[in-house]
């Protein structure tokens, strides 16, 4: 057992835990951030996706002794219900969720993109998306909230 | 006085015709005609059309031409060479932007020597100078498959090319020393299935353009055939007895792997060589066996070795005789919290069996180049194709985490000795 100290979205936060402990495991066992899912815990599904500095990770991958002083955000610090971010309400205006296992890591994945590619080309978001597994089959719609939000953020073309 | 001014005169003459002799030398390597364009793209019976379709997976000719599958074959690839930044070209018959023009004499000449129509001098991105030895049947066949495809306005992108060479005609000096225009000559003493095999990873394949190393003027290192060499900045293998595969590769597995990109326990087909992969399980699978049966020729050169054996488990952790031994924990943790779970011996995910890290080819290529490209960026498929799936670590590792994997795995995985300034490697791998 070792201590870590994490930055996640935006607070400091101090846990006691095993170096090989997924990420994924702190955020959910610790922290109680639930968005980010354990689906496959082999990189496989996305289902896990947060973001380190900005990059989309799959943090079933993340032992939490490499994170160190990145800061790590997550589906909850984007908005929560009552205040939903841009792209968590353009998932909602576009349906795209059926069961909404996959969709945290969807829309943390989408943020990674949006941030570093504000008006995405639509084969840019397929590619950006592609790690991101969805088995209900939700993806058209979830290509359509992405670009969606990049439109909403671009100015509000719809 | 009379008499040495003359002498004079003819130094004079002869520096004089000495400079309109090399002028028109210079003039008869840089300069080419342009060829008439043609008024109307002749028709094809099916059967040709057909074998060029062949041809152009077993070339590989849309991996370059075809960086937007919406946009077949209109060109636009950047390709990053020492040079400069070179562009793939529109192929299709477009009469304005692509090769509607060309008459098949034209065509000839662009395969065969590198000009195109107009008689500017192709780079040698494009490999004329292993299409100088497709037949003409052959040629003719291409032809007939591209002068047949659905035409696309795109004008060719703009090179970036280092000063001097975007001054196209010096490309006649590289000629002068690398286009062999000698015919393809089979080996009489071989099957016919490994001459077609010769042939095709010669004159169509090209397979060489990558897997033999380049000279300084950007040319095969013709006393290093198939020695290793590169392509988008990823390790190619060798593919003669210095092949860094620490199995060696059986016929069945080289011909499945070129069909599909994965050879059961053996090899995955990462970075460019996934794009071969795609084409080749296009084409006349009787072609790809012949390639097999000829890459496996040179392939079992290489000398047995014996491979670290394979543990279950992690591997030990590094004893303390280790002087890295900081960095080597460093590496083995990250090894047995990220990688271990997939690449372990005797644990194999649901999606597919990774390879046991003992088996993984690039620990054992001479750079760490391809190593980091799929630490970096993990193995993907090509955007609607099967394969093999791993997630990349770019964003979980850090510069001084995936150096230490790297070198962990290399002296621990593979039991090879270092490689030289891999920390450097990592960070220009990482450099947008």
Redesign the interface.
């Known amino acids: 057992m070792s201590t870590y100290r994490l930055q996640v979205n935006g607070k400091p936060h101090a846990v006691d835990t095993d ?2 402990t ?1 990420l994924l495991y702190v955020l959910r066992n610790e922290l109680e951030l639930n968005g980010a899912k354990f689906g ?5 599904c996305g289902s896990c996706t947060v973001l ?2 900005g ?4 943090s079933c ?3 939490v ?2 994170v ?1 002083a ?1 800061k790590v955000r997550t589906v909850e610090g984007l908005g929560d219900a009552r205040t939903p971010g841009v792209l968590q309400q353009a998932f909602i205006d576009e349906q795209a969720a059926q069961c909404g296992y996959c969709i945290a890591g969807m829309i943390m994945q989408a943020t990674a993109l949006l941030e570093k590619t504000p008006a995405p080309t639509d ?1 840019q978001i ?2 950006h998306m ?2 991101n597994l969805c088995r209900c089959g939700t993806h058209m719609r979830i290509l359509r909230a992405v670009r969606r939000a990049a439109d909403v953020l671009a100015g509000g073309k719809r | 006085m009379d008499h040495s001014r003359r002498k004079r005169h003819i130094g004079w003459w002869l520096l004089l015709a000495a400079a309109i002799v090399l002028t028109g030398i210079a003039f008869a390597i840089m300069w080419r005609p342009a060829l008439a364009p043609q008024s109307a793209i002749p028709s094809f019976d099916q059967a040709r059309i057909e074998r060029g379709a062949n041809l152009a997976h077993l070339g590989m000719c849309a991996s370059c031409h075809t960086p937007d599958l919406s946009r077949p074959f209109a060109g636009g690839k950047p390709m990053e060479t020492p040079f400069g930044t070179v562009h793939s070209t529109n192929i299709t018959p477009d009469r304005d932007t692509g090769i509607g023009a060309w008459s098949l004499d034209a065509f000839t000449r662009a395969m065969r020597e590198g000009v195109a129509r107009d008689g500017h001098l192709l780079y040698p991105a494009f490999p004329y100078n292993h299409y100088v030895r497709m037949t003409q049947a052959d040629i003719d066949d291409l032809y007939a498959y591209f002068m047949t495809r659905p035409a696309i306005a795109a004008p060719a992108r703009d090179n970036a090319m280092t000063f001097p060479f975007g001054f196209r005609p010096l490309v006649g000096f590289w000629n002068v020393l690398y286009l062999d225009d000698a015919p393809w000559q089979p080996d009489p003493r071989q099957s016919a299935e490994w001459n077609r095999g010769a042939y095709l990873a010669d004159a169509v394949a090209h397979c060489a353009a990558c897997h033999t190393p380049r000279t300084k003027l950007g040319g095969p290192d013709l006393t290093r055939q198939l020695d290793g060499g590169e392509a988008e900045d990823w390790y190619a293998p060798a593919l003669n007895r210095n092949s860094p595969s620490p199995l060696p590769w059986t016929r069945a597995q080289l011909h499945t792997y070129l069909r599909t990109g994965m050879a059961e326990d053996h090899a995955v087909a990462g970075g460019p060589m996934q794009d071969v992969v795609m084409h080749l399980a296009q084409a006349n699978q009787a072609d790809v066996a012949a390639l097999a049966a000829w890459t496996h020729s040179h392939l079992v050169q290489a000398p047995a070795r014996t491979t670290p054996a394979q543990t279950p488990g992690p591997l030990p952790p590094p004893t303390a005789i280790d002087p890295d031994l900081p960095r080597m924990q460093l590496g083995y943790a990250l090894y047995a919290n990220s990688c271990a779970r997939c690449h372990d011996v005797g644990r194999a995910p649901s999606s597919g069996t990774a390879l046991p890290l003992q088996k993984a080819i690039a620990l054992y290529d001479p750079d760490p180049r391809s190593l980091i490209h799929i630490v970096d960026d993990g193995i993907m498929p090509p955007d609607g194709e099967p394969g093999r799936w791993m997630p990349g670590f770019k964003a979980i590792l850090d510069d001084g985490q995936a150096s230490a994997l790297a070198a962990y795995l290399r002296k621990y995985g593979a039991g090879q000795p270092a490689w030289p300034e891999l920390d450097q490697q990592v960070r220009k791998a990482r450099t947008p």
């Open positions: 170096p090989d997924p496959c815990g082999l990189g496989q380190l500095d990059q989309a990770a799959m991958m993340v032992p002794s490499v160190g990145r084969a397929r590619a592609a790690p």
